[in-house]
């Protein structure tokens, strides 16, 4: 089992930037796959960003390459995401994901455990 708790989410305008941070509790935090989704009203939950065990390996949606950046502090059991250049269509609640298996799989149901998420919002 891991918990995990969202932070850094907020109100910002168009261009700006903003830092999510995942904090994970309970088994070992290097053993998981850690992802990004978010989730705009009316909208399905939609991969963002994935990060390998040791950070290593990355994959990132298209709608996102070149703005945001994921990244890993395992001795924090902590995973980022730097997220620049916001746009108002990134306004969504972003979550947190940990999968306890390997690849970098973009299917919300391969991830296995979930934070509550964090509100963001880009205003124009």
């Known amino acids: 089992q891991v918990q995990l708790v969202e932070s850094g989410g907020g109100l910002v305008q168009t261009g700006g930037s903003l830092r999510l941070s995942c904090v994970a509790s309970g088994r070992t935090f290097s053993s998981y796959v850690m992802g990004w989704f978010r989730q705009a009203p009316g909208k399905e939950r939609e991969f963002v960003a994935a990060?390998?065990?040791?950070?290593?390996?990355?994959s990132y949606a298209n709608f996102v390459k070149g703005r945001f950046t994921i990244s890993r502090d395992n001795a924090k059991n902590t995973v980022y995401l730097q997220m620049n250049s916001l746009k108002p269509e990134d306004t969504a609640v972003y979550y947190c994901a940990a999968r306890d298996g390997g690849g970098l799989p973009v299917g919300v149901s391969l991830y296995g455990y979930w934070g509550q998420g964090t509100q963001v919002t880009v205003s124009s």
């Open positions: 990060i390998g065990w040791r950070g290593g390996t990355i």
